[in-house]
């Protein structure tokens, strides 16, 4: 079933594509294709606990993670593939946007 189904992608920021994955199958495919764990987030997204972004810029792609409780969005992870560290400003103030629009809501 759809997660979050009150998530439309959100634009883009400093030329990163935001897309928000809302079913646990796009979760799952999201930590198979990157070679991480966040698949095993999907249980997590389904009970409005985590939130998972897929992040592309150019031919780079990362893995947001958003943590929630409360009804207040924190950051968790990000990851690009094989869990190697992000390090591009735009992909962090891009999750800086995310976050502050989530709350905002």
Known sequence: STLHSNLSEIQCVNS???TPL???QEVREEGKKMHHCVGGYAASCARG?????SLTKGEEEATLGISVRDGKYTF???YHKYNKVVEDKDFF???DAIIKTL???
Request: hydrophobic fraction near 40%.
């Open 16 to 18: 990163v594509k935001i």
């Open 22 to 24: 809302l079913t646990m």
């Open 49 to 53: 606990e985590y939130l998972v972004f």
């Open 76 to 78: 968790n992870q990000m």
């Open 93 to 95: 103030s891009t999750s």
């Open 103 to 105: 709350n905002k809501r």
